[in-house]
């Protein structure tokens, strides 16, 4: 949206995974010589048995897609992307996501859950990978300077955190909620359950187009938490979401992710003056 020697201070990412058939089969069933999709499989079910859900653990999965907004001071999108498009390699993702951090100069990471899910893939990955993030796993460092540190929100600011007081309350209805509350298109067709089945049907490109608009709406999200927090004002936040609406509505006709995106749009509405 800006020009890209604008500051970024915020990265405000979203992470879809999918599991590693081969390393589950080894590590949960080494005995039953199971192929990488029986296992996956076998793993899926198990948990959908024990839990409702077929949720993976972020240790036995693989960044399928990492979508990034990146946000100045000022709260403005500078820019969305997703990485390694559009071959979407792990490894390669991995790499990109930490380097670019880097290269912004480690500005503030921005999600929904993300201390729950979306970081540890991408920590369980840069492991993986033998990519080397001291500057992430500053352990030497006094606590409450460790970007990993929960209460650290110069690091990592986690919206769910936020709403659930570091989880002394429940935040039903999460991002999607969230999202509609204030207008915006919230899940739409697509969840995070879908994207395993997505994924082994080769549909690598519809997850990175969910992946952004997810980020969409955190970004959104995003910007009315800084009016809760008193860091922008109502009328400030209505020109940015405005000048938002103007650059996605520029991308329409060539994005069929934003053309999806605004095709669920809402405005905010205020409440009604008392009379």
């Not at 500005?107 to 369980?124: I, K, Q």
């Not at 008193?230 to 934003?258: F, M, P």
């Amino acid at each position: 949206m800006r020009a890209s020697s604008s500051e970024v201070a915020y990265l405000i990412f979203d992470v879809e995974a999918v599991g590693d058939g081969d390393l589950i089969a080894k590590v949960r069933y080494p005995t039953e010589k199971l192929s990488a999709p029986e296992g996956l499989r076998k793993y899926r079910d198990e948990l959908l048995e024990k839990t409702g859900r077929d949720v993976l653990p972020p240790t036995f999965v693989l960044p399928a897609s990492v979508a990034v907004a990146k946000v100045g001071r000022d709260f403005r999108l500078i820019g969305l992307s997703v990485l390694d498009e559009p071959d979407y390699r792990p490894h390669i993702i991995t790499e990109g996501f930490w380097n670019g951090w880097r290269h912004y100069g480690r500005p503030t990471f921005v999600t929904f859950n993300g201390r729950g899910y979306d970081m540890p893939v991408l920590e369980y990955a840069a492991y993986r990978y033998g990519l080397a993030i001291p500057d992430w796993f500053n352990v030497s460092a006094p606590a409450y300077e460790q970007c990993r540190n929960r209460y650290n929100s110069r690091s990592h600011i986690d919206m769910m955190d936020l709403f659930s007081n570091f989880g002394a309350t429940r935040m039903n209805g999460g991002l999607n909620l969230l999202a509609n509350l204030i207008g915006k298109p919230g899940k739409s067709g697509i969840d995070g359950s879908q994207v395993q089945d997505m994924f082994d049907a080769g549909r690598l490109k519809e997850i990175n187009d969910y992946c952004r608009c997810d980020v969409l709406d955190t970004y959104f999200v995003f910007l009315r938490t800084r009016v809760l927090l008193g860091l922008l004002s109502l009328e400030d936040e209505g020109t940015i979401v405005a000048e938002t609406k103007a650059w996605l509505e520029d991308q329409r006709d060539n994005d069929q992710a934003i053309a999806h995106y605004l095709e669920g749009w809402g405005d905010w509405v205020p409440p009604p003056n008392p009379e």
